[in-house]
């Protein structure tokens, strides 16, 4: 009993403590010239990062396609290799994204 | 970005906002609006959780070996499936044979991640996961805790070995790139589950406002096609009579067609990010716990 009591405070204590991190202070606005040079150079870092995602995850569906084809027994762990490995080339061309959805004002 | 006010936050405010709002000034934060000191996503992830809770407490209390219902039997393909890729096999696979020990946590975050990202379905809910603090507090826990098991199984100068690499010559070239590859993994867990997230619902909601719009618009459409098709000479009489109502009455819904598919790419990008939150911390796991031979 005394257990759970101590887990419910803990509980409410670090949900309370969550709080502060959604407050933020308000960032200053660039000039317009730089939020359009930031715009614009975002778009190409963009661009690159969709083009080098795409040509890997090629690579890595291509040589899955293969390996399934010679060896259809091993499928399972063909697709799971296959699956794992397009969620972390995908995650490279989403952490540009990133930069575009924190920066770009214009 | 903005957010439109949920109804569960303005419920969580009405309820909890005058307890939270003295804390929070205790502490020195200053909430934009003190009648909402508690921001939505933070609602939502509350009352996920508080649910959750409620829902496997009553759950863990009808579980029987003899005689299992209908939702033990779907409960347990969580833990193991025929598709190997239950928490249970991940872990035996990956971890080894003390694996199971650590369900607790990666079957926790892994639950909590995906009711999170499947929560923004339901009309009404923002995921909280859509929000960069939620996914950043999972991959603490996760850092935390996979750092826990490694000091636990090894030890502090054990696992402090880990770092400096397999040759002792190389270590002082190791320990900075092991050190900045460790902080990474803390940085690709939460920007790669937020940005999915993010991105998938911009997505999803913008064809279906898109949609919404187009079917509106549509509605001025369909009269015109009522009044031209029932030109249409009556050759066939018992065929063409009834087309202009037929037409009429589909044509306004043919633009929500479209939304569908990015109603069906959110739905597989929250279960999938969900299934690879679970699975890199089981690896984490897996390489902090690893007993050289």
């Known amino acids: 009993m005394k257990k759970a009591v101590l887990l419910a405070g803990l509980t409410l204590v670090l949900f309370t403590f969550a709080l502060p991190a959604a407050a933020q202070a308000p ?80 | ?45 509350w009352f996920i959780a508080v649910l959750a809770v409620i829902f496997f407490l009553w759950f863990r209390s009808r579980l029987s070996a003899d005689n299992p219902g209908g939702l033990q039997l779907c409960a347990e393909q969580l833990l193991s499936n025929s598709f190997r890729v239950g928490l249970y096999d991940l872990l035996d696979e990956i971890v080894g044979p003390h694996g199971r020990q650590h369900l607790a946590l990666v079957g926790s975050v892994g639950l909590f991640v995906l009711f999170c990202n499947s929560i923004s379905l339901i009309p009404g809910f923002v995921s909280p996961t859509a929000h960069h603090t939620v996914p950043l507090g999972s991959a603490l826990a996760v850092f935390v805790y996979y750092n826990y098991a490694g000091l636990r199984a090894h030890g502090a100068f054990g696992y402090g070995k880990h770092f400096l690499g397999p040759v002792p010559a190389l270590a002082v070239l190791m320990l900075p790139i092991e050190l900045i590859s460790h902080a990474a993994r803390l940085l690709s867990l939460t920007v790669r589950l ?68 990015f109603v069906g790419l959110h739905i597989f990008v929250a279960f999938l990010q969900a299934f690879v939150f679970t699975l890199l911390p089981v690896v984490y796991v897996a390489g902090a716990v690893a007993e050289e031979h």
């Open chain 1, 27 to 106: 960032e200053a606005k660039p000039p317009d010239q730089v939020a359009m040079w930031i715009a614009i150079t975002s778009g190409f870092a963009m661009a690159i990062a969709s083009a080098f995602c795409g040509i890997a995850q090629a690579k890595a569906c291509s040589a899955a396609c293969e390996g399934l084809a010679r060896n259809p027994g091993a499928a399972p762990a063909i697709r799971f290799s296959l699956i794992l490995a397009l969620v972390l080339i995908e995650s490279l061309a989403l952490y540009v994204f990133a930069i575009v959805f924190l920066k770009v004002t214009y």
């Open chain 2, 1 to 45: 970005m903005e957010q439109h006010p949920t109804w569960i936050g303005d419920l969580v405010n009405q309820w909890l906002g005058a307890l939270v709002l003295p804390l929070l000034e205790a502490i020195g934060v200053h909430p934009h609006d003190p009648a909402r000191p508690i921001p939505d996503h933070i609602a939502t992830e």
């Open chain 2, 194 to 261: 937020w940005v999915n997230m993010v991105v998938s619902e911009l997505l999803y909601l913008t064809f279906l406002g898109l949609g919404l719009f187009a079917m509106t618009t549509a509605w001025e459409v369909n009269k015109l096609l009522r009044s031209v098709t029932a030109m249409i000479p009556s050759v066939i009489p018992s065929f063409f009579d009834g087309i202009h109502v037929v037409l009429g009455s589909v044509s306004p819904l043919a633009p929500l067609v479209i939304p569908l598919f």
